[in-house]
């Protein structure tokens, strides 16, 4: 299969959406300048202000069962309809042992469940929504709980220690008919691109730099976009939302300018100045952030990227049964000011970056 | 290591599930199958909301080994709004002042690790409301 | 014979003889030594008589030791070898928990001459590991996992009295100053100095609002008691005898948040008044009350539990002075387990040894003046179990 040749979008049998979402953020908070004034580089090229960081007893398993909550209180189903619980993360608490059994079991969704954790870098969040949208829409379950969570390493000192944060969502794929969003289509692309990898048993990632941007991050995007709207036969004036994997402040600004969309659809999705990247909850606590606020018959454009590479795209449309399920449980925002600042030292701690042994 | 003793809880421990009673509808957390109000059996059980208030609490500094890596940290006597007490931990505190009758909520996190190699023990833990009026 | 025929009662128990070692960090001195040298002590102090049974009180050797089987390794150790031997456990209970199965043991008459040692070695572990061995003494599915400790708990009880009821800052001071005064004259005490009410208010915190004068230091230790029956008494004793006048055990829950009034502690009350129904005496009629005051929040607790005090006002008995060796109510007059020092299951039986030594008459500068009736309570964890032991000097009442 060429590039060029006309790609059909992946559209189930039946129709499917967003029945419940759930957004997390630990409330702790590393200023950018805090990682500076440790390192001793300027201040002034920054990309971000502050990132949110998990606290002691907090890791992607307690994580994902609070997004997965939020996401339940706002469905309102019995927990035990949930056929399938899948959470993608580059940090699972375990190499061997699912988090997903712990969160199945949390939100009472054992045992008549399918449970497992997926890996594709910050896009393991929307791989899981993808398959869970296949799930649902081949009938093999009425719901399908998929979770991009991450509490992301940086090695200290490395520039992605400035971003690499904590955080992500929950999103509780169902039947159209009762979604506060509908998936109008999605479609995934990918290629062997190694601009950013973690070997196994190694405690922080590696990354390529400056390949990580045009060959990887803005490729991979820029085609799933594109030959999404492409194949809806709709442009990017047709979205009022669009949100973007978001490592950065820059890529995603960049990214949407290219693809001809302005600052405007882009702004309440891009969450990377005050969070952080979250890595595979990036573009998911985005789409949180934008469902908290949009109007019912809105379309958003979700653009995943995960490195290695490869990139989710979907688009949804928002339904009226949007504004009353949102006030069911926190939203993104309130996590967002539920804030605290630490310093660097009180960083370290946290993320495991003092040795006590 | 431990392992059974842990797996066994874990629906009390990751999710508030007690018992109540059939007989006198006492609400029981932890479960303990007798209600301690009627002495009956009482094995219906019981979905907590989650949300309480503190009746008391404090600070531990000096950690039992297993919990040093998180110590200084708060315990609580944490009263649920269905009637039964429970002893927790507080956490996400940042700066707020605990007091006691602070309405408080249940979060889901990590309790202990058993060691570098065993597993990770996941619990009940309170946290201020993140929404005052999530009544 | 003579003293014996005059008991009350052909089947009277009785204390005679005691002994106690030091309390404090016996780094020289094993588990096995430390009860050792309690025995040794009693039987120079006392007509020895080989018991037919040893009563052992002890909680953390199993943890801190890594020792069960205590009543045999200690009788085997103490020249004992081949009597009934066994350990008695109920935290920091187990001192009397261990003196009621002796009570009961010669009550029957199936036992005639019983040994209770209690015998607590502290030191063999560092800090995190004694703190988890503590910890046991909760429930450990619902308390001990959140990482809870007894200090923990003491103070959440002492935070939670502070604020239902309007009392000073000081409020609690008065219990550590009297223990520490009282241990300056005690030989056996850890902490033999005085403190002043600017130490107390200038301590630091240890669980909020529990500071490190609110908390009894622990420590190694033994004490032992020699207990028979009055139709068993080999020959006189050369002291005083002193009688059992009450024994109780009462249980309450392990969980602190299972009690659905946590201040009133009710393993306390009704372990009282159980033993002031058997001696037929009510509070006004003790001298000296031999109280837990591991934590001074347990003091104050147990003086209202146990019907010295209203509710509430049980720190006031401190704070006016009333709990003095020459006071109302003296309470800790050997310097209680805050000044003496804490040896966890071993209290009971120091509580015990020093009634004892108090009515004898042999409290020396401790000694509160005319004491005919002495009351000692030892608490398991903050109430789980209560030992409650009434003790009267044979010539008294």
């Given at each position: 299969?060429?590039?060029?040749?006309?790609?059909?979008?992946?559209?189930?049998?039946?129709?499917?959406?967003?029945?419940?979402?759930?957004?997390?953020?630990?409330?702790?908070?590393?200023?950018?300048?805090?990682?500076?004034?440790?390192?001793?580089?300027?201040?002034?090229?920054?990309?971000?202000?502050?990132?949110?960081?998990?606290?002691?007893?907090?890791?992607?398993?307690?994580?994902?069962?609070?997004?997965?909550?939020?996401?339940?209180?706002?469905?309102?189903?019995?927990?035990?309809?949930?056929?399938?619980?899948?959470?993608?993360?580059?940090?699972?608490?375990?190499?061997?042992?699912?988090?997903?059994?712990?969160?199945?079991?949390?939100?009472?969704?054992?045992?008549?469940?399918?449970?497992?954790?997926?890996?594709?870098?910050?896009?393991?969040?929307?791989?899981?929504?993808?398959?869970?949208?296949?799930?649902?829409?081949?009938?093999?379950?009425?719901?399908?709980?998929?979770?991009?969570?991450?509490?992301?390493?940086?090695?200290?000192?490395?520039?992605?220690?400035?971003?690499?944060?904590?955080?992500?969502?929950?999103?509780?794929?169902?039947?159209?008919?009762?979604?506060?969003?509908?998936?109008?289509?999605?479609?995934?692309?990918?290629?062997?691109?190694?601009?950013?990898?973690?070997?196994?048993?190694?405690?922080?990632?590696?990354?390529?730099?400056?390949?990580?941007?045009?060959?990887?991050?803005?490729?991979?995007?820029?085609?799933?976009?594109?030959?999404?709207?492409?194949?809806?036969?709709?442009?990017?004036?047709?979205?009022?939302?669009?949100?973007?994997?978001?490592?950065?402040?820059?890529?995603?600004?960049?990214?949407?300018?290219?693809?001809?969309?302005?600052?405007?659809?882009?702004?309440?999705?891009?969450?990377?100045?005050?969070?952080?990247?979250?890595?595979?909850?990036?573009?998911?606590?985005?789409?949180?952030?934008?469902?908290?606020?949009?109007?019912?018959d809105e379309r958003i454009l979700l653009v995943s990227y995960g490195s290695g590479a490869g990139?989710?795209?979907?688009?949804?449309?928002?339904?009226?049964?949007?504004?009353?399920?949102?006030?069911?449980?926190?939203?993104?925002?309130?996590?967002?000011?539920?804030?605290?600042?630490?310093?660097?030292?009180?960083?370290?701690?946290?993320?495991?970056?003092?040795?006590?042994? | 290591?431990?392992?059974?003793?842990?797996?066994?809880?874990?629906?009390?421990?990751?999710?508030?599930?007690g018992e109540v009673c059939p007989h006198c509808q006492k609400k029981i957390f932890p479960p303990?199958?007798?209600?301690?109000?009627?002495?009956?059996?009482?094995?219906?059980?019981?979905?907590?909301?989650?949300?309480?208030?503190?009746?008391?609490?404090?600070t531990v500094y000096q950690a039992p080994s297993g919990y040093e890596a998180n110590a200084p940290?708060?315990?609580?006597?944490?009263?649920?709004?269905?009637?039964?007490?429970?002893?927790?931990?507080?956490?996400?505190?940042?700066?707020?002042?605990?007091?006691?009758?602070?309405?408080?909520?249940?979060?889901?996190?990590?309790?202990?690790?058993?060691?570098?190699?065993?597993?990770?023990?996941?619990?009940?833990?309170?946290?201020?409301?993140?929404?005052?009026?999530?009544? | 014979?003579?003293?014996?025929?005059?008991?009350?009662?052909?089947?009277?128990?009785?204390?005679?003889?005691?002994?106690?070692?030091?309390?404090?960090?016996?780094?020289?001195?094993?588990?096995?030594?430390?009860?050792?040298?309690?025995?040794?002590?009693?039987?120079?102090?006392?007509?020895?008589?080989?018991?037919?049974?040893?009563?052992?009180?002890?909680?953390?050797?199993?943890?801190?030791?890594?020792?069960?089987?205590?009543?045999?390794?200690?009788?085997?150790?103490?020249?004992?070898?081949?009597?009934?031997?066994?350990?008695?456990?109920?935290?920091?209970?187990?001192?009397?928990?261990?003196?009621?199965?002796?009570?009961?043991?010669?009550?029957?008459?199936?036992?005639?001459?019983?040994?209770?040692?209690?015998?607590?070695?502290?030191?063999?572990?560092?800090?995190?590991?004694?703190?988890?061995?503590?910890?046991?003494?909760?429930?450990?599915?619902?308390?001990?996992?959140?990482?809870?400790?007894?200090?923990?708990?003491?103070?959440?009880?002492?935070?939670?009295?502070?604020?239902?009821?309007?009392?000073?800052?000081?409020?609690?001071?008065?219990?550590?100053?009297?223990?520490?005064?009282?241990?300056?004259?005690?030989?056996?005490?850890?902490?033999?100095?005085?403190?002043?009410?600017?130490?107390?208010?200038?301590?630091?915190?240890?669980?909020?609002?529990?500071?490190?004068?609110?908390?009894?230091?622990?420590?190694?230790?033994?004490?032992?008691?020699?207990?028979?029956?009055?139709?068993?008494?080999?020959?006189?004793?050369?002291?005083?005898?002193?009688?059992?006048?009450?024994?109780?055990?009462?249980?309450?829950?392990?969980?602190?948040?299972?009690?659905?009034?946590?201040?009133?502690?009710?393993?306390?009350?009704?372990?009282?008044?159980?033993?002031?129904?058997?001696?037929?005496?009510?509070?006004?009629?003790?001298?000296?009350?031999?109280?837990?005051?591991?934590?001074?929040?347990?003091?104050?607790?147990?003086?209202?539990?146990?019907?010295?005090?209203?509710?509430?006002?049980?720190?006031?008995?401190?704070?006016?002075?009333?709990?003095?060796?020459?006071?109302?109510?003296?309470?800790?007059?050997?310097?209680?387990?805050?000044?003496?020092?804490?040896?966890?299951?071993?209290?009971?039986?120091?509580?015990?040894?020093?009634?004892?030594?108090?009515?004898?008459?042999?409290?020396?500068?401790?000694?509160?003046?005319?004491?005919?009736?002495?009351?000692?309570?030892?608490?398991?964890?903050?109430?789980?179990?209560?030992?409650?032991?009434?003790?009267?000097?044979?010539?008294?009442?």
């Amino acid at each position: 299969m060429t590039e060029n040749q006309d790609v059909p979008i992946l559209k189930p049998i039946r129709d499917v959406g967003i029945v419940g979402y759930g957004a997390y953020i630990p409330r702790y908070r590393l200023p950018a300048r805090e990682v500076a004034r440790v390192w001793k580089a300027g201040t002034g090229g920054l990309s971000i202000e502050e990132k949110a960081v998990a606290g002691l007893d907090e890791d992607v398993i307690t994580m994902s069962i609070e997004a997965a909550r939020n996401a339940l209180d706002r469905a309102d189903i019995d927990p035990s309809e949930i056929r399938a619980v899948w959470v993608g993360s580059e940090s699972h608490p375990y190499a061997v042992k699912p988090t997903s059994t712990v969160v199945a079991e949390s939100i009472g969704a054992t045992p008549h469940t399918q449970a497992a954790d997926w890996e594709f870098a910050c896009k393991a969040g929307t791989e899981a929504m993808q398959a869970a949208i296949g799930f649902v829409g081949s009938d093999m379950a009425h719901f399908a709980l998929a979770i991009g969570m991450d509490t992301a390493q940086g090695r200290p000192g490395d520039p992605l220690e400035y971003t690499a944060a904590a955080g992500g969502a929950a999103f509780l794929l169902g039947p159209a008919e009762i979604s506060l969003a509908v998936i109008e289509g999605s479609y995934s692309y990918a290629t062997d691109t190694p601009d950013f990898f973690r070997r196994a048993e190694e405690k922080y990632p590696e990354h390529g730099e400056r390949f990580t941007g045009e060959p990887a991050y803005f490729k991979h995007i820029t085609s799933a976009a594109e030959t999404l709207m492409q194949a809806m036969d709709s442009s990017p004036s047709d979205f009022q939302h669009v949100i973007f994997h978001q490592p950065n402040t820059k890529f995603p600004k960049r990214v949407g300018r290219l693809l001809g969309f302005t600052d405007e659809q882009i702004k309440t999705g891009l969450l990377v100045p005050i969070i952080g990247n979250v890595y595979a909850g990036s573009s998911l606590v985005g789409l949180t952030a934008v469902l908290d606020v949009a109007e019912p018959d809105e379309r958003i454009l979700l653009v995943s990227y995960g490195s290695g590479a490869g990139s989710d795209a979907m688009s949804l449309r928002t339904t009226t049964l949007l504004p009353e399920r949102r006030d069911r449980a926190p939203k993104t925002y309130d996590y967002i000011s539920r804030r605290t600042e630490i310093d660097y030292a009180t960083y370290a701690r946290y993320h495991g970056k003092i040795t006590m042994k | 290591m431990e392992i059974s003793r842990h797996w066994r809880l874990k629906r009390q421990r990751y999710a508030l599930i007690g018992e109540v009673c059939p007989h006198c509808q006492k609400k029981i957390f932890p479960p303990r199958d007798i209600c301690p109000e009627c002495s009956e059996d009482a094995r219906t059980l019981y979905q907590f909301s989650g949300r309480g208030e503190v009746y008391s609490y404090t600070t531990v500094y000096q950690a039992p080994s297993g919990y040093e890596a998180n110590a200084p940290y708060t315990v609580a006597l944490v009263k649920l709004v269905e009637g039964p007490m429970l002893t927790a931990q507080l956490t996400d505190l940042g700066d707020e002042p605990i007091e006691v009758g602070m309405p408080v909520e249940m979060v889901t996190r990590k309790l202990r690790s058993d060691g570098e190699r065993g597993m990770l023990v996941y619990g009940y833990k309170f946290r201020p409301r993140l929404i005052e009026a999530s009544e | 014979m003579t003293m014996a025929q005059n008991a009350k009662t052909p089947n009277d128990v009785l204390i005679i003889g005691v002994g106690m070692t030091p309390v404090g960090e016996h780094w020289e001195k094993s588990l096995r030594e430390l009860a050792l040298d309690a025995i040794t002590a009693l039987r120079t102090d006392t007509v020895w008589v080989r018991p037919q049974a040893l009563y052992v009180a002890n909680m953390l050797a199993p943890y801190l030791s890594g020792q069960t089987q205590l009543g045999a390794l200690l009788a085997d150790f103490a020249g004992l070898r081949g009597i009934e031997a066994i350990t008695i456990e109920a935290a920091g209970a187990s001192g009397g928990a261990a003196a009621r199965q002796a009570y009961l043991a010669l009550a029957s008459g199936m036992i005639d001459i019983a040994l209770v040692v209690g015998v607590e070695k502290v030191t063999e572990r560092t800090s995190s590991e004694l703190e988890a061995a503590l910890s046991t003494s909760s429930d450990a599915d619902h308390e001990a996992v959140h990482g809870i400790t007894p200090t923990a708990q003491a103070a959440l009880l002492m935070r939670r009295y502070m604020h239902e009821y309007d009392i000073p800052d000081d409020a609690f001071a008065g219990f550590s100053l009297n223990a520490h005064a009282n241990a300056v004259t005690n030989p056996q005490a850890m902490y033999r100095r005085a403190i002043q009410i600017e130490n107390y208010l200038n301590a630091p915190m240890v669980s909020e609002p529990v500071n490190l004068f609110d908390a009894a230091p622990l420590a190694d230790g033994a004490a032992a008691l020699l207990m028979a029956r009055t139709d068993a008494l080999p020959e006189s004793p050369p002291y005083p005898l002193v009688r059992v006048a009450a024994s109780s055990v009462i249980s309450s829950t392990v969980a602190l948040h299972d009690r659905s009034d946590p201040l009133q502690l009710e393993s306390v009350a009704e372990s009282s008044a159980q033993a002031f129904q058997q001696a037929g005496l009510t509070p006004g009629d003790i001298d000296f009350f031999e109280l837990h005051d591991q934590y001074s929040i347990f003091a104050a607790l147990s003086l209202e539990a146990a019907g010295f005090a209203t509710r509430g006002e049980g720190w006031r008995l401190a704070q006016d002075g009333a709990i003095a060796k020459d006071a109302g109510i003296p309470i800790c007059t050997f310097g209680g387990s805050k000044a003496r020092g804490d040896t966890g299951g071993a209290t009971g039986i120091y509580q015990l040894a020093e009634t004892t030594l108090q009515l004898q008459g042999r409290a020396g500068k401790n000694q509160v003046p005319g004491a005919k009736i002495g009351m000692a309570q030892c608490l398991g964890a903050s109430g789980a179990t209560a030992a409650t032991h009434i003790l009267c000097r044979e010539d008294g009442p």
